[in-house]
């Protein structure tokens, strides 16, 4: 593929010259976000000795902990430092950034690599493609594949998996395989990854999961399942954010519905939206009228007021975009 190949020198054009380099990703960082961030930063380490390569991310849930380097992130921005090169990754947008974000402004160049439809490519030099399955596959393009070690292969494939939903979403391409089929062959033991980064779940996070589908609630005419986690209920079972993953997809599988959308209660009034869709509604659209964003399928966002507000708000989107469509389809 021409991209990939004009990519790759892209990328050794960007680092020519670039004594300090730093790496982020987006907030409460995903197995993409921490996946595609570890391959780069175990890539540029092996093959860019003399450069310094420092990596940001919040906390990295427990379970993506068995990826290299992960124990070598850093959880603060120094406020006296300043990078010749901060390339930012699964990030759509500069405040999904978070606390890395003002290392990325200081920065003397800067690079986003991401597949967020909703991405305006707010750096200097962006390589989005929103067809992509997930950043750690176009990371993958930018490197070159004889240098991959095991270590960056594990990353990788991690990122994948998990933006896909273990090959099963409709982002998985023929490429996608192409690309697992590579990193498998570099030695990694593929189950064994997405079993526990993926499948495995604490105790905590299978009660969590049961509150939330137990209390769910289906809304508009059946089209939309709707469920809430409060603080309460995140203290009662002494819950963290991380422990939420996966509850937004399982609402998604309930057969007859074209949205799920989960309410994460943060403050009072304050919720973090997540919203999957089967495809008939682009939630990414929903997530960005809000000021969130994301993909078709898949999006986020937070939002104030009551979570009766939200719902109401959000579920008027979707019927707005349910109607429209109806509208233009041709008469029969
Ligand atoms: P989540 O529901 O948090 O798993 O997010 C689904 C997708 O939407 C991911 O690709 C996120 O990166 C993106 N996303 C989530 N929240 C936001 C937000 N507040 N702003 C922009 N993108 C978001
Ligand atoms: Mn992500
Ligand atoms: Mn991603």
Same mark, same amino acid.
């Given at each position: 593929?021409?991209?990939?190949?004009?990519?790759?020198?892209?990328?050794?054009?960007?680092?020519?010259?670039?004594?300090?380099?730093?790496?982020?990703?987006?907030?409460?960082?995903?197995?993409?976000?921490?996946?595609?961030?570890?391959?780069?930063?175990?890539?540029?380490?092996?093959?860019?000795?003399?450069?310094?390569?420092?990596?940001? %991310?919040?906390?990295?849930?427990?379970?993506? +902990?068995?990826?290299?380097?992960?124990?070598?992130?850093?959880?603060?921005?120094?406020?006296?430092?300043?990078?010749?090169?901060?390339?930012?990754?699964?990030?759509?947008?500069?405040? +999904?950034?978070?606390?890395?974000?003002? %290392?990325?402004?200081?920065?003397?160049?800067?690079?986003?690599?991401?597949?967020?439809?909703?991405?305006?490519?707010?750096?200097?030099?962006?390589?989005?493609?929103?067809?992509?399955?997930?950043?750690?596959?176009?990371?993958?393009?930018?490197?070159?594949?004889?240098?991959?070690?095991?270590?960056?292969?594990?990353?990788?494939?991690?990122?994948?998996?998990?933006?896909?939903?273990?090959?099963?979403?409709?982002?998985?391409?023929?490429?996608?395989?192409?690309?697992?089929?590579?990193? !498998?062959?570099?030695?990694?033991?593929?189950?064994?990854?997405?079993?526990?980064?993926?499948?495995?779940?604490?105790?905590?996070?299978?009660?969590?999961?049961?509150?939330?589908?137990?209390?769910?609630?289906?809304?508009?005419?059946?089209?939309?399942?709707?469920?809430?986690?409060?603080?309460?209920? !995140?203290?009662?079972?002494?819950?963290?954010?991380?422990?939420?993953?996966?509850?937004?997809?399982?609402?998604?599988?309930?057969?007859?519905?074209?949205?799920?959308?989960?309410?994460?209660? %943060?403050?009072?009034?304050?919720?973090?939206?997540?919203? +999957?869709?089967?495809?008939?509604?682009?939630?990414?659209?929903?997530?960005?009228?809000?000021?969130?964003?994301?993909?078709?399928?898949?999006?986020?966002?937070?939002?104030?007021?009551?979570?009766?507000?939200?719902?109401?708000?959000?579920?008027? +989107?979707?019927?707005?975009?349910?109607?429209?469509?109806?509208?233009?389809?041709?008469?029969?």
């Amino acid at each position: 593929m021409e991209l990939k190949n004009s990519m790759k020198i892209v990328l050794n054009d960007i680092l020519k010259g670039k004594r300090k380099v730093a790496l982020g990703g987006h907030v409460r960082p995903d197995g993409d976000c921490v996946g595609s961030c570890m391959g780069l930063y175990l890539y540029l380490k092996d093959q860019y000795p003399a450069m310094s390569v420092d990596v940001y %991310l919040e906390e990295i849930p427990e379970a993506y +902990r068995i990826i290299s380097g992960t124990d070598e992130v850093k959880t603060e921005a120094p406020a006296d430092e300043t990078y010749d090169l901060f390339i930012c990754m699964d990030c759509g947008d500069l405040l +999904r950034l978070g606390f890395s974000r003002p %290392l990325f402004e200081r920065a003397k160049a800067t690079l986003c690599i991401d597949h967020h439809v909703s991405n305006d490519s707010f750096a200097d030099d962006n390589y989005i493609v929103p067809d992509a399955s997930s950043t750690s596959e176009l990371v993958f393009h930018l490197l070159d594949t004889e240098k991959i070690t095991r270590e960056i292969a594990e990353a990788l494939y991690m990122g994948i998996a998990h933006d896909t939903g273990v090959f099963q979403y409709s982002c998985t391409s023929p490429e996608t395989m192409e690309t697992a089929a590579v990193l !498998m062959r570099k030695g990694i033991d593929a189950s064994r990854i997405i079993d526990k980064t993926y499948y495995e779940k604490t105790y905590i996070q299978n009660q969590i999961l049961g509150r939330a589908l137990l209390e769910s609630m289906l809304v508009m005419d059946k089209k939309c399942i709707v469920s809430v986690i409060r603080k309460k209920s !995140m203290d009662f079972f002494q819950a963290l954010p991380s422990d939420l993953e996966g509850i937004v997809s399982q609402l998604r599988q309930t057969k007859g519905v074209e949205v799920a959308i989960f309410l994460h209660e %943060l403050a009072p009034q304050k919720f973090k939206v997540s919203l +999957r869709s089967k495809g008939e509604v682009d939630v990414s659209e929903i997530a960005k009228y809000y000021g969130g964003g994301g993909h078709v399928r898949a999006a986020g966002v937070t939002m104030e007021g009551s979570s009766y507000d939200v719902i109401n708000n959000i579920t008027a +989107r979707i019927a707005h975009q349910l109607n429209h469509e109806e509208e233009q389809e041709p008469e029969s």
